[in-house]
């Protein structure tokens, strides 16, 4: 019999679902992509048609081992990574959701966050899950659903729901409603988690008032969970690793010790630092989360978030105007020497870890007459770097460690400016690997190590290498001045909207 050579990543993200086949040096061979329509039904809310996420990755799951000519039987294992937190309920005899998806973006629980920090939980919260109080976590999604879809809580209750984030949506369509399962690093996004008794949690279910009955089964980010029943395949394939996007990329960038951190530049940024087997609590508004977990053995992470990364770049192009497009930053930015003295926090919709203030707004600063598009430009991409770095002190000082180097991916790190000058103001190397599809890339790895299509991590370590490394250059006397103007800056910019 012939010996499948591939794996399958399916990769469920907010904007689009994609499929990504890797041949066993952890090389890309095809890639499939169809984007998902964004519903925006009132201000704030964000929804996803949990139909169209299962056509859409069904389909570009058959459409990459078409495109890279071959069939099921040469697929050996498929893995999952997914937008993280969003939020389906379904029957779980027809298999019709009860309500569209209700995204991670999705703001219209944030009055029932705010009474359970007005009511003193956050400690208790922030200790369990290891999360702060946030509309962003499926817990208030899903008491949402409950309280206001006709019927939902009463089915619910009778067991006849199931609840799940976009992974147990997928397993539970690709093996026709036999597996109701999701691994540990979704689970402990979902605010209902305990992530040091590695349990569903009974306090908090009631707190919010969920039956346990529509939960997920719990499993490991790498084991197989079943194979698929579905015909698109031509044959059964055994779905053999999950995990939620940030931790999956966080695992394809192989940050497998404590202290290694990776950080994507998409939209926004997120970094993640492996923590080993240790929880850390943060003092600086970061969250404790699940990495994986192979085995018994559970890795944990720490993580925080930029919220305008490379969307600030975006904002150049089609706000103001100043580029055409995202890459011209790179060009635009090295033909002046220096900044001029601008400084701009794009603190566009507030600002994420460590200030975690809602009521900052975008500020430009240090505009004189001599101030051209090209200064302007220079001071949004030293401003996306600033916020990571402001993260990685964060993060620092939590885990008391310090960082050799960052590893890097996403859109915005085709940027060499960006990169180095990220790298100066950390004074620490910064690295982009060669497969920038490290998320697609991490559930592939799951899901093959679980099936011995690798051995173990050790075979992976192997496979990763640089595309570019950037070493610091700036004198620490430049780095530090800059930094006192950039925190100057973040200080003018904070608390700027007022309540109404
Ligand atoms: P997402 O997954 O969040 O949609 P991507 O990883 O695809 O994001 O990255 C897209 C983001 O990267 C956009 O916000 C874009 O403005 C930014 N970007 C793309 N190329 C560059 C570049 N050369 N320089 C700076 N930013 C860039």
Request: glycine share 8%; charged share 20%; proline share 3%.
């Amino acid at each position: 019999m012939k010996t499948a050579k591939y794996i399958l990543a399916l990769d469920q993200g907010t904007t689009s679902s994609r499929a990504v086949l890797f041949n066993h040096d952890g090389n890309i061979l095809a890639m499939s992509q169809k984007p998902i329509e964004q519903h925006f039904p009132h201000p704030g809310w964000v929804e996803h048609d949990p139909s169209e996420i299962w056509y859409t990755q069904s389909s570009v799951a058959a459409e990459v081992i078409a495109k890279a000519d071959l069939t099921g039987l040469d697929v050996a294992c498929i893995g999952i990574t997914n937008q993280r937190e969003t939020t389906i309920i379904w029957d779980r005899e027809t298999s019709m959701p009860v309500y569209r998806a209700i995204v991670w973006q999705d703001r219209r629980t944030a009055d029932i966050c705010r009474e359970l920090k007005e009511n003193g939980y956050a400690d208790m919260i922030q200790e369990k899950t290891g999360l702060l109080i946030d509309a962003y976590f499926s817990a208030t999604k899903i008491k949402w659903i409950l309280d206001n879809v006709e019927g939902v809580r009463e089915r619910a209750e009778k067991g006849k729901l199931c609840f799940g984030t976009v992974d147990s949506w997928l397993v539970w369509k690709f093996t026709h409603g036999r597996v109701h399962v999701t691994d540990v690093s979704n689970a402990s996004r979902t605010m209902l988690f305990n992530i040091h008794t590695m349990q569903w949690d009974k306090e908090l279910l009631e707190l919010f008032g969920i039956p346990e009955a529509i939960l997920p089964k719990v499993k490991s980010s790498s084991e197989i969970y079943s194979e698929t029943s579905t015909t698109l395949f031509s044959t059964k394939i055994p779905i053999s690793g999950i995990a939620g996007d940030q931790q999956a990329a966080l695992f394809g960038q192989l940050c497998l010790e404590p202290g290694m951190t990776k950080t994507t530049y998409g939209t926004g940024c997120f970094m993640v630092m492996n923590t080993g087997k240790e929880v850390v609590k943060s003092e600086n508004n970061l969250l404790s989360t699940i990495a994986w977990k192979i085995g018994d053995s559970v890795t944990y992470a720490l993580e925080g978030s930029v919220f305008v990364g490379g969307a600030a770049i975006q904002w150049l192009r089609d706000g103001i105007q100043l580029i055409n497009n995202a890459s011209e930053s790179e060009s635009l930015a090295t033909s002046v020497p220096d900044n001029g003295g601008v400084y701009f926090v794009p603190a566009l919709t507030g600002m994420g870890a460590p200030y975690w203030d809602q009521y900052a707004r975008g500020a430009i600063l240090g505009i004189t007459r001599g101030t051209t598009a090209a200064h302007i430009t220079r001071a949004t991409l030293e401003g996306i770097a600033f916020q990571v770095y402001d993260i990685l002190k964060a993060m620092e000082h939590d885990t008391q460690r310090q960082s050799l180097e960052l590893r890097v991916d996403g859109g915005a790190v085709a940027n060499n400016f960006l990169m180095q000058f990220q790298s100066d103001i950390c004074r620490t190397n910064v690295i982009r690997p060669q497969i920038l599809e490290t998320t697609a890339l991490g559930a592939a790895y799951l899901a093959g190590l679980a099936t011995g299509f690798w051995r173990d991590t050790e075979e992976l370590r192997k496979q990763w290498n640089a595309n570019k490394e950037f070493s610091p250059v700036a004198t620490e006397e430049e780095v530090d001045k800059q930094l006192h103007m950039w925190h100057k800056a973040v200080e003018r910019a904070r608390n700027w909207e007022e309540l109404a």
